[in-house]
């Protein structure tokens, strides 16, 4: 069945780089998501990409797709202490509507 | 626009009570969607609707039941709960209109079963 899967926990220092990562198993997803959750609140979206491109950069992020290794990444320029976070990779499977989310990766941001 | 709300925040019950989570929406999606989240094991997909009058069961839906009467509420209850539905609940909704389908999350309800 679908599946996504990414580290459950990352830790960079203020102003560096964050890379999170994430795989998933099914061919046909149509958009690859990454939400974030602060603590004490639900999922935001942050950022997106059509299954038809490589790359996507929206100021501090940037979102890659590898389609062929079906492996995805956020990375997040400047770090800041705000961006601490929890960050979940999810896929739009092949029932069309319902999305399929990681475990989440918790970044930890030190000052 | 309030966006989606979930009440109640936080529930502490005995095993073998029952309880009804509320969901309501403003923003005339069509999908709703319930959550639970687990440490280490993401959302999984309970149940979800894809409009008024009707639901479908997700990935882990023994345990629970929804309706889904009214357009903006999507009703999660549990009969008869159980130390292992101890979990954050949330609701989500996303729209038909285009493609994209991003979800729009409640706050979550923190549910406690002893």
């Known amino acids: 069945g679908e599946d996504v899967e990414q580290s459950l926990f990352l830790s960079v220092r203020e102003g560096d780089s964050s890379v999170i990562n994430c795989t998933y198993t099914?061919?046909?997803?149509?958009?690859l998501y990454w939400y974030k959750q602060e603590p004490g609140a639900g999922l935001q979206l942050l950022t997106y990409i059509f299954s038809n491109m490589d790359m996507k950069q929206d100021q501090r992020l940037t979102v890659l797709l590898n389609k062929k290794d079906k492996h995805l990444s956020l990375r997040i320029a400047d770090t800041q202490t705000g961006d601490s976070a929890i960050y979940f990779c999810?896929?739009?499977?092949?029932?069309?509507?319902?999305?399929?989310f990681g475990a989440g990766t918790r970044l930890f941001v030190k000052a | 626009n309030a966006g989606v709300t979930q009440t109640p925040k936080f529930r502490v019950l005995k095993t073998g009570q029952s309880m009804t989570l509320l969901c309501a929406q403003d923003?005339?999606?069509?999908?709703m969607y319930w959550y639970r989240q687990d440490p280490g094991m993401g959302l999984r997909l309970i149940h979800y609707s894809v409009g008024e009058g009707t639901t479908a069961k997700g990935e882990v839906p023994d345990g629970y039941n929804v309706s889904r009467l009214k357009k903006q509420n999507f009703l999660l209850g549990l009969e008869s709960a159980a130390p292992s539905q101890t979990s954050v609940y949330f609701c989500?909704?996303?729209?038909?209109?285009?493609?994209?389908?991003?979800?729009?999350f409640g706050p979550g309800t923190r549910l406690t079963v002893t």
């Open positions: 989500a909704s996303s729209t038909t209109t285009g493609t994209r389908y991003e979800q729009y």
């Open positions: 999810a896929e739009r499977g092949t029932g069309g509507f319902k999305t399929i």
């Open positions: 099914d061919s046909s997803s149509t958009y």
């Open positions: 923003m005339n999606h069509e999908y």
